[in-house]
Nanobody
Framework: QVQLVESGGGLVQAGGSLRLSCAAS????????MGWYRQAPGEERELVAL???????EYAASAKGRFTISRDNAKNTEWLQMNSLKPEDTGIYYC?????????????????WGKGTLVTVSS
């Protein structure tokens, strides 16, 4: 089993900042990509930011210049620093991780999701 637990969501005024955390635990060999996705009310889940195991990052156009994704491989933890928040950033933020697991002598990759943390940005 693999668990992803998010924290750090909340209510903030436009222009404010929040820092989300996601800690991975359970049975896995290593973590490949980690990411943050957002699901706004009535919309589909979309990628906000991604960080690869080597540290290369990718951002949605809406997040570039305002959000920073980071990770600590030793702690199996990732963060999303969100600055200059806008009302359109409101939504449930989900942690995502692609991990390498083993089954006997076999290795395989599996994607896991956290339960989400709500971010509300008021105007």
């Amino acid at each position: 089993q693999v668990q992803l637990v998010e924290s750090g969501g909340g209510l903030v005024q436009a222009g404010g900042s929040l820092r989300l955390s996601c800690a991975a635990s359970g049975s896995f060999v290593s973590i490949n990509n980690m990411g943050w996705y957002r699901q706004a009310p009535g919309e589909e889940r979309e990628l906000v930011a991604l960080i690869r195991s080597g540290g290369i990052t990718e951002y949605a156009a809406s997040a570039k210049g305002r959000f920073t994704i980071s990770r600590d491989n030793a702690k199996n933890t990732e963060w999303l620093q969100m600055n200059s928040l806008k009302p359109e950033d409101t939504g449930i933020y989900y942690c995502n991780a692609n991990v390498e697991r083993s089954f006997g002598k076999y290795y395989y990759n599996a994607t896991h999701w956290g339960k989400g943390t709500l971010v509300t940005v008021s105007s």
